[in-house]
């Protein structure tokens, strides 16, 4: 995951790099969603790609950290194949559609996003929260409740 998310925020790799490019909050990031995949364009003027059936984790991430400062982010992050990912801030553009799309995946936790939003509209920080994993169980619906067996008493003493 910090592979993901330091490829996904640095625009070169020198070794002796000591800055982290600055995300400039003032300026959107926009979300396309497409039948395949879903690109996101950031503010620097890099491109973020990734393909539906390359996702593999969804986590939300509120921090008092830069780049994640203010604002409920989405790390979506593709298998080790595809070697895709992206990042969302809750202000992006057409977030709202991206998160409605999110929220069909099955075993998608929304307890978990209602409660990562809830402390982030606080001014809380907290640790970052598997939203959906590929190949999680999806939330078991409560089963009804199965009736004992009935034993028909009547003639015995």
């Excluded at 973020?48 to 994640?68: G, H, K, N, T």
């Amino acid at each position: 995951m910090k592979a993901l998310l330091s490829r996904l925020f640095n625009t070169g790799t020198t070794r002796h790099r000591t800055a982290v490019p600055q995300v400039d909050p003032n300026q959107p990031f926009v979300v396309n969603l497409y039948d395949d995949r879903l690109v996101v364009h950031r503010p620097d003027g890099q491109r973020e790609e990734l393909a539906w059936d390359a996702l593999e984790r969804v986590v939300i991430r509120v921090s008092d950290r830069e780049p994640w400062a203010g604002k409920p982010w989405l790390i979506l992050a593709g298998d080790a194949e595809s070697q895709q990912g992206c990042v969302v801030p809750m202000a992006a553009a057409n977030f709202d559609a991206l998160l409605q799309r999110l929220q069909q995946l099955p075993g998608f936790h929304q307890q978990k996003l209602d409660n990562a939003m809830r402390d982030a509209g606080a001014g809380k920080t907290r640790t970052d929260a598997n939203l959906w994993k590929r190949g999680e169980a999806a939330p078991a619906a409560a089963a009804p409740a199965q009736e004992a067996p009935s034993h028909d008493t009547a003639g015995q003493p």
